[in-house]
């Protein structure tokens, strides 16, 4: 697995912390569970606008096949 290191203000990284005692994990276990969250949201909306434009352009496709 890699590893990446990013600078972040001292007030973002507190309110980070904060949000992780609140929670009861670690930093690091809500820092990737939200970026994973993230990343599977960009892909869903890549695919819906993907859809989206194949349905919008299902029959110009078919007459250009």
């Not at 994973?36 to 496709?61: C, G, M, P, R």
């Amino acid at each position: 697995m890699a590893s990446i290191t990013i600078e972040l203000p001292d007030s973002h990284l507190k309110n980070l912390q904060e949000l992780a005692n609140a929670h009861g994990i670690p930093l690091e276990v809500l820092l990737r569970s939200s970026l994973e969250n993230w990343i599977s949201s960009q892909n869903t909306d890549f695919v819906n606008a993907a859809d989206y434009v194949l349905e919008k352009n299902a029959e110009l496709y078919q007459r250009l096949a």
